[in-house]
């Protein structure tokens, strides 16, 4: 019987979002694909460093462990790598007894063709091409913008944070913003609006995942006194009052609760992030991520009118 993926979270990882690959890539692009593939032959056995997408995806499998025989969750690598040179990246998700299993290499091919296959609700890379081609083609995927790598074994939470426009709902309201230069047409457009739900942005099903191993980490929580919810999920938005409504009203008709909600107004985000340490925090907006991709694990949704000129 085929293996069903359909009932779990599935993401994507790239082998440059999961890995540091740094020095790899040097010797890549300065001396040749054949040095390179010499040099990954000679170190294969030689553990890659943790990338900035590693203490996400160790802490999201972790989760695994809700259900033993029965996993929430599945990471799948796809990598531009062939077989021959990505055994090095194999053998480092062994190291670090990570739960991956499925890879896909594909000797310098785009892997966004083979996501739906996969029924991979996130993926995640290192290369703004792949992630582009990804999100052009309907996908859901962000770039993994490099920054400072903290994999604080002790802190056993996952924290998620988003940005909502272009995140988890579409643009809608941001376009009247873009469009209209004006803040106060878009608060009059999401007040006349706050009782209609916002359309889904293009992470709506990968948080919908989330919430059901929320509401399974609840229900553990209920019946066993000793286990504490790891996952926790927080909005962190530009909007402020009045437009928050339409938020909070769009989360209840989803059938979804956050833990934490930041209503900033132009309050550099980046400075609430810092207290709240999020293991990924993903925005539509780079320039809502310079800040922080310096100080936490952060992403790059290419989606929607504030990415209309991304090549």
Partial sequence: MPYDLTKRLVVGISSSALFN????????????????????????HVTLGKGVAFPFVRRL?????????????????????????????????????????????????????????????????????????????????????????????????????FDFDGVLADD????????????????????????????P????????????????????ESSDSTYKARLKVSIVTARNAPSHKRVINTMREWGITVNEAFFLGGVEKAKILNILKPHIFFDDQLSHLEASASILPSVHIPFGIANSKID
């Fill in 201 to 220: 942005g293009p992470l709506k099903k990968f948080l919908d995942r989330i919430s059901a191993i929320q509401e399974i980490e609840a229900a553990r």
């Fill in 172 to 199: 809608e309201a941001e376009t009247v913003f873009k469009t209209t230069n004006k803040l106060e047409k878009f608060h009059a457009h999401e007040t006349k609006k706050s009782e209609i739900t916002h359309n």
């Fill in 21 to 44: 690959l740094d020095e790899s890539d040097q010797i890549f692009r300065t001396q040749g694909e054949e040095k390179y593939r010499e040099y990954q032959r000679e170190n294969q």
């Fill in 61 to 161: 499998l972790k989760l695994n462990e809700l259900q033993i025989d029965d996993p929430l969750v599945e990471v799948v690598l796809l990598s531009r790598n062939d077989p021959d040179t990505g055994l090095r990246v194999m053998n480092s998700i062994e190291h670090y007894g990570l739960g991956i299993t499925r890879a896909v290499f594909l000797q310098g091919k785009s892997p966004h063709t083979y996501i739906e296959a996969f029924d991979i609700e996130l993926f995640l890379s290192a290369n703004k091409q792949d992630v582009v081609q990804a999100t052009m083609a309907g996908y859901p995927a962000g770039q993994i913008l490099q920054g400072d790598v903290k994999d604080i074994l002790a802190d056993d939470e996952l924290r998620i944070a």
